[in-house]
């Protein structure tokens, strides 16, 4: 989703939490309190019943003298039915997913078949370049920019040793490229391309996992969003990515400043 939409999205949200409130207030709360006040004050007669005691307490409400209270109750209830919708916001992101820590062959492939989304990539490997037949340190930054972009939006799931259409390819290429050429050689790669491009208190927020499919090794990497914003760095400059749809991509200046403000407004 695009910062436009979730911008839309959360403005309608907003709006409906606000008419939602003011809608309860002036049409059950109020006729509410002013019937109690009709009985409490012993206008009501034994003899009238139910449906005449609820006649009775809306026209009460609807007199246009009364006209000044329903405003004030409109606006109290608008106000209070935005501070619950922002309370559960909040709330929501505060509780964190629980991470999936046994991940089997059957949960990978169901995994796999749901194709990559918002919340899901496939990459071929870490840092072996199929097409070359050899180690290929820049696609390192790929993998960067590709959990930044994860950080930056919901967070999600990276496979890597899956190639785009869903194949396993395995990470074994990828052993022969480390000094240990095991899985523990793997994650020191991992947690060292993100200390370097992204941050050291990032390396916390990534969480990996191997899992034998086909008889050949994928890197599970389940991925956190993050509290602040993520930067990748390249170079001397830092970039800013975020997961949209099925891919990821770069923020320009204004669609970065744009995002920014959502994430802010949100949290």
Same mark, same amino acid.
């Given at each position: 989703?695009?910062?436009?939409?979730?911008?839309?999205?959360?403005?309608?949200?907003?709006?409906?939490?606000?008419?939602?409130?003011?809608a309860v207030l002036v049409l059950?709360?109020?006729?509410?309190?002013?019937?109690?006040?009709?009985?409490?004050?012993?206008?009501?007669?034994?003899?009238?019943g139910a449906l005449q005691f609820v006649l009775r307490t809306l026209r009460q409400v609807i007199r246009p003298e009364m006209m000044g209270m329903i405003l004030w109750m409109a606006l109290i209830g608008g106000v209070s039915g935005l501070a619950v919708a922002e309370l559960r916001t909040r709330s929501r992101r505060s509780v964190r997913p629980q991470r999936r820590i046994d991940w089997s062959a059957s949960a990978l492939r169901t995994l796999i078949a749901e194709g990559e989304s918002e919340t899901l990539e496939f990459k071929s490997s870490l840092r072996w370049d199929w097409k070359q037949d050899r180690p290929n340190k820049a696609l390192e930054a790929v993998i960067a920019k590709s959990i930044c972009g994860l950080? #930056?939006? %919901?967070? /999600? !799931?990276?496979?890597?040793?899956?190639?785009?259409?869903g194949n396993p390819l395995g990470i074994e290429a990828d052993y022969r490229?480390?000094?240990?050429?095991?899985?523990?050689?793997?994650e020191r790669c991992l947690n060292s391309?993100? #200390?370097? %491009?992204? /941050? !050291?208190?990032?390396?916390?927020?990534?969480?990996?996992?191997?899992?034998?499919?086909?008889?050949r090794s994928v890197?599970?990497?389940?991925?956190?969003?993050?509290?602040?914003?993520?930067?990748?760095?390249?170079?001397?400059? #830092?970039?800013?990515?975020?997961?949209?749809?099925?891919?990821?991509r770069e923020l320009d200046v204004?669609?970065?400043?744009?995002?920014?403000?959502?994430?802010?407004?949100?949290?």
């Amino acid at each position: 989703m695009n910062p436009l939409s979730m911008r839309r999205q959360q403005v309608s949200a907003r709006i409906t939490a606000i008419l939602l409130g003011a809608a309860v207030l002036v049409l059950v709360v109020h006729p509410a309190l002013e019937g109690l006040h009709l009985w409490r004050s012993g206008v009501v007669g034994t003899e009238e019943g139910a449906l005449q005691f609820v006649l009775r307490t809306l026209r009460q409400v609807i007199r246009p003298e009364m006209m000044g209270m329903i405003l004030w109750m409109a606006l109290i209830g608008g106000v209070s039915g935005l501070a619950v919708a922002e309370l559960r916001t909040r709330s929501r992101r505060s509780v964190r997913p629980q991470r999936r820590i046994d991940w089997s062959a059957s949960a990978l492939r169901t995994l796999i078949a749901e194709g990559e989304s918002e919340t899901l990539e496939f990459k071929s490997s870490l840092r072996w370049d199929w097409k070359q037949d050899r180690p290929n340190k820049a696609l390192e930054a790929v993998i960067a920019k590709s959990i930044c972009g994860l950080m #930056n939006h %919901r967070g /999600g !799931t990276l496979l890597i040793g899956v190639d785009d259409d869903g194949n396993p390819l395995g990470i074994e290429a990828d052993y022969r490229t480390f000094s240990r050429p095991n899985w523990d050689g793997f994650e020191r790669c991992l947690n060292s391309i993100v #200390n370097g %491009r992204l /941050g !050291t208190r990032h390396c916390t927020r990534i969480h990996s996992h191997l899992v034998s499919v086909e008889q050949r090794s994928v890197a599970l990497i389940e991925v956190e969003a993050g509290e602040q914003p993520v930067y990748c760095r390249d170079g001397n400059t #830092n970039r800013y990515f975020v997961r949209t749809g099925n891919s990821t991509r770069e923020l320009d200046v204004r669609e970065a400043i744009a995002h920014l403000s959502i994430r802010r407004r949100a949290a």
